[in-house]
Every structure is written in C-alpha cells, then in structure tokens.
C-alpha cells in the first residue's frame, strides 16, 4: 500500500510538472499576443486602480473628519458623519483644484511662454558673458559654447503649448482620458472610502481564513507599517512640495525675480523628489535668474532660496512629516537614482518609501537571526 501510494505520488508529481511545461511553452509561443491582452486588462481596470489610490490618499483626511462630525450633538449629523466626511474632503480637492487652475496655471503658462520666446536673446547674452572671461577659465566659450548650444536648439514653446500639454496629461493620466474613466474613478474612489470599514474586515478575515495565526499577525504587522511608511511620505511629501513651492514663489515675487512663478512652482514640484530633486531645481533657477535679472539678484535669490530649503529641511518637513524615516542620505541618493533609473520620476518619488520597508524587513530578519542563536 505504501508503495502504491509512493508511486501515485511520483506520477502526480510527473503530471504537473509536463502541465506546468505546456503551459510554459504556450505562453512563451504566444507572449506578444498575452502581453497585449494584459495590458488591455490593465487599461480597463486603471480607472479602479487610481480609484484605490484616491481612496488611499483621502482616507485619513475623511476618518479625521468624520470623528470630529460624531462629536456633534445632532443626531442627523452623526448618523451621517462617513458621508458628510467625504462630501467635505472632495469639496475641499476640487475646491484647490479650481484655485489652481484659475490662479496659478495662467500665471505659469505665461512666464513659459515669455521665457520661450526671450530664449534667444538669453542665448545671445550668455555667448557675450562669455566672451568677456579669460581663456584659461573653466567656463570659456569653447567649454561652454557646446552645451549652450545644444540648450538653444530647445523650443519651449514646442514643449508647452496646448497640444503638448494635452499630450503629457494623458500620459500622467493615461487611465482617464476619457470623461467615463474619471467619472467610473470618483464613484468607485467614493463607494472604496464610504464601505472602507467592511471592506477591511473582508481582508481581514481572508488573511485569517488562508493563513496560520502566527502568519496572519505578521501580515498584519508588516502591512500596518507599510502603510504608515507609505502614507505619511506621500502625503507629507504632497503637502511640503506645496508649501516649499508657495513660499519660495512668494519670496520670489518680493524679490522681482523674473519667472518667479514658474520657477518657485517648479522648485516645490522638484522638491518632492528627496534630495536631488531641490539640488537641481535650485540650479536651474540660479541659471535662469542669472540670465534674466544679473549675478546680484542670482546671488539674493540663492541666498533665499537655500534659507527657505534649511527652513523646510529642520522645521517644516519635520512638522509634517513627524517622525522621521531614519534613512541615511547615501541610502537615499542611491536608492532615488537606481529607482529612478529604471521606474522615471514615480520611481524617484516612491524610492525613499521601499527602502524603508526593505530596510524594516532586513533589521527584523538580522533581529530574529540574533534572538534564534542566543
């Protein structure tokens, strides 16, 4: 019996092994025809997967909300807090959504077409400043001259105008380029937010049907962290981008730089991008203020400008952030650029998050290797 039951096993084992290769080799065989089909399956769900993330994104803001709403003494209010939270968290984005589009959009579209159609000029005075330095310098024309050059041959206004524009937002929002896939995105990201609570109890109870009691509470443990990790980055990095780029707009505007707008826009947009990403807006905008306003409002600016990044490096980002992740600068630096590497500016983006949950992983595994041994 035992040697019949050895010998069932092997044959079973056999068989799934050749179906396993079959299907191996079929999908290998017809990969370009799978492909396709996948990326169709995954065009038609977008629409539910940026509904996960807005639901994501606005759950603490609605369940803040909805606490304060059931404190109220009115019993319609507290009877209908979740909803009311929701109503209030969407006014408010769509709210910011519309000042933006009103107030800072024009602005930004006219200093990029004005600096557009300046380019030219702003090229003939850069080959004059250089003709007036030594010729021994590291910045002489002929070092120089190539790369100024080759930034000349660059139409702005090629990259800007409306048709482009349009271009990039499909491209940033490829999965709502029709007004149904926003729409299918708000109704399903509203229904996520307004069941949140029984739709965490069906994962909960899932993990506990498939997994061991000790498996199920380390899912739990690592999901809850992961979470916290990648929420408070997303948001605080949202929220910090915003108030780098309004206050350095603003100071920017006091002090006349030309494109101030645009360029303390462009500062807290680079500004999410941790490290780098301020290293290189603020270069880019010395350039510019040089070119436009002189070496002195190019110095001021700096100078304000690397206050204002110290500000928000030890009192801002701090705030918001709260605790902070521990992650060494080289850790960052090299995490952001390998990512960034291979995923482009999401991947830039969401490099500090991963490498923190790595990092939790790898310190809990090298904690319970030490506890095991002693």
């Known amino acids: 019996m035992k040697n019949e039951t050895q010998e069932w096993k092997k044959w079973l084992v056999w068989f799934v092994f050749i179906i396993f290769a079959i299907c191996l080799y079929k999908l290998l065989d017809n990969f370009a025809d799978i492909t396709a ?36 003494k009115s019993k319609l209010i507290k009877k209908k807090a ?11 984005a769509v709210t910011l959504i519309i000042a933006i589009i009103k ?47 080759s930034l000349n041959t660059i139409n702005i206004a090629d990259y800007f105008n409306l048709e482009r524009l349009t271009e990039y937002a499909k491209g940033i929002l490829g999965f709502a380029t029709t007004i149904f896939d926003i729409f299918v995105t708000v109704v399903v990201s509203i ?25 199920y509470h380390t899912i739990g443990k690592y999901f809850r962290e992961s979470n916290a990790i990648f929420f408070k980055f997303i948001s605080s990095q949202l929220l910090d981008g915003f108030v780098v780029g309004t206050l350095t707009a603003i100071a920017m505007s006091i002090l006349k730089v030309k494109y ?3 360029l303390g826009f462009m500062i807290g947009l680079f500004n999410l991008i941790p ?18 306003g002189g070496i002195t409002q190019a110095i001021w600016m700096a100078i304000v400008v690397i206050i204002i990044q110290q500000i928000d490096a030890n009192i801002i980002n701090p705030k918001i952030t709260g605790t902070s992740l521990k992650i060494s600068p080289i850790l960052i630096i090299f995490s952001v650029t390998l990512i960034g590497s291979y995923f ?23 904690r319970y290797k030490e506890e095991s041994q002693m």
């Open 260 to 262: 101030g707008v645009l």
């Open 191 to 215: 229904y996520i937010l307004a069941e949140r609570s029984e739709i965490i109890n069906f994962a909960r109870r899932l993990c506990g049907a498939i997994f061991n009691n000790n498996m």
């Open 82 to 92: 979740r909803w009311l939270s929701i109503f209030i968290v969407y006014l408010i």
């Open 275 to 292: 490290y780098l990403g301020a290293i290189i807006a603020v270069v880019i905008a010395i350039i510019i203020t040089l070119l436009t």
């Open 103 to 149: 107030f800072i959009v024009p602005s930004i579209c006219e200093s990029v077409t004005e600096l557009a159609s300046a380019l030219p000029d702003y090229y003939n005075t850069a080959i004059e400043k250089l003709d007036e330095l030594p010729e021994d310098s590291i910045f002489s024309k002929e070092n120089l001259k190539p790369i100024i050059e």
């Open 37 to 72: 089909w996948i990326k169709g399956l995954f065009t038609v769900l977008m629409p539910f997967f940026m509904a996960l993330l807005v639901a994501y994104l606005f759950y603490l803001p609605c369940q803040k909300i909805e606490n304060s709403l059931k404190k109220s």
């Open 344 to 366: 482009g500016i999401i991947g830039m983006f969401l490099a500090v998050p991963i490498v923190a949950i790595v990092k939790l992983l790898i310190l809990d595994y090298i």
